[in-house]
T-cell receptor, first 115, second 120 residues
Framework: AQSVAQPEDQVNVAEGNPLTVKCTYS??????LFWYVQYPNRGLQFLLK??????LVKGSYGFEAEFNKSQTSFHLKKPSALVSDSALYFC?????????????FGRGTQLTVWP | DADVTQTPRNRITKTGKRIMLECSQT?????MYWYRQDPGLGLRLIYY???????NKGEISDGYSVSRQAQAKFSLSLESAIPNQTALYFC???????????????????FGPGTRLTVL
C-alpha cells in the first residue's frame, strides 16, 4: 500500500525564519516524491520532485526538500520564509515500479508566515 | 496552470440533479485525472485515464462517471448529486518521460484551477 503522512495540519513561522513542512511516506518499492503548493482559490502548483540521485532537491521559490530513505521522509524546507509563502502544501508519492503512475497525496499542511 | 482549464468554476445545484464538470488541456498529455478535495482529507482520486480508450476507477468512484471525449477532454459526471459530493474538484494531466512508458513515468501532474461544487 502506498500512503503519505503530513503530521502537522498547520505550521506557523515568522517571516525571515527557516521553515520546515514534514512528510513521511510508505511505498512497497522505491519512491518518486513530489511537493505541491495551493494558494487560495487556485489549483495545485508543482514545487519540486525527487526521482533519483542527490538527496537534496531544489525547487521553485527557494524551496528545497531532503529525501531520507532510512526515515522514509521528504521534508520541505526554506531557509528564510516570506509572508507570500503562506499557502496549503501537499506531499505526494508514487511507487517507481508501478505502471499506473498514480500519485498518492497527503492531507496537506497549512503554512502561515506572519510579518 | 492556464494549460488546463475547468468549467464551470463554481456551481450550486440541488440534490438529485445531474451535473457535468468539464476539463480541457492544451498540453498534449495522454494522462488525465479527476480528484476531489475536502478540508482535512487532501486530494482523493476519483477516476483516471491514460489514453482515450483507457478509463480507470480511483479510490472514490462511486456516484461518479467519466467520459474521455478526446485526448484533450475529460469530463466528470455526477448522475444524481447528493450533499456529500460538495467539494472542490480538480482535473490534472501528466505525461511519462520518453523511454519510461512501461513504468508509468514520473512527470509531475499539472492541475486545473478547480471547480467548487455545492450540492444543496
Amino acid at each position: 500500500a502506498q500512503s503519505v503522512a503530513q503530521p502537522e495540519d498547520q505550521v506557523n513561522v515568522a517571516e525571515g525564519n527557516p521553515l520546515t513542512v514534514k512528510c513521511t511516506y510508505s511505498v512497497s518499492g522505491n519512491p518518486y516524491l513530489f511537493w505541491y503548493v495551493q494558494y487560495p482559490n487556485r489549483g495545485l502548483q508543482f514545487l519540486l520532485k525527487y526521482i533519483t540521485g542527490d538527496n537534496l532537491v531544489k525547487g521553485s521559490y527557494g524551496f528545497e526538500a531532503e529525501f531520507n530513505k532510512s526515515q522514509t521522509s521528504f521534508h520541505l524546507k526554506k531557509p528564510s520564509a516570506l509572508v507570500s509563502d503562506s499557502a496549503l502544501y501537499f506531499c505526494a508519492v508514487r511507487d517507481r515500479g508501478s505502471t499506473l503512475g498514480r500519485l498518492y497525496f497527503g492531507r496537506g499542511t497549512q503554512l502561515t508566515v506572519w510579518p | 496552470d492556464a494549460d488546463v482549464t475547468q468549467t464551470p468554476r463554481n456551481r450550486i445545484t440541488k440534490t438529485g440533479k445531474r451535473i457535468m464538470l468539464e476539463c480541457s488541456q492544451t498540453k498534449g498529455h495522454d494522462r488525465m485525472y479527476w480528484y476531489r478535495q475536502d478540508p482535512g482529507l487532501g486530494l482523493r482520486l476519483i477516476y483516471y485515464s491514460f489514453d482515450v480508450k483507457d478509463i480507470n476507477k480511483g479510490e472514490i468512484s462511486d456516484g461518479y462517471s467519466v467520459s474521455r471525449q478526446a485526448q484533450a477532454k475529460f469530463s466528470l459526471s455526477l448522475e444524481s448529486a447528493i450533499p456529500n459530493q460538495t467539494a472542490l474538484y480538480f482535473c490534472a494531466t501528466s505525461d511519462p518521460k520518453p523511454g519510461l512508458a512501461g513504468l508509468g513515468g514520473y512527470n509531475e501532474q499539472f492541475f486545473g484551477p478547480g471547480t467548487r461544487l455545492t450540492v444543496l
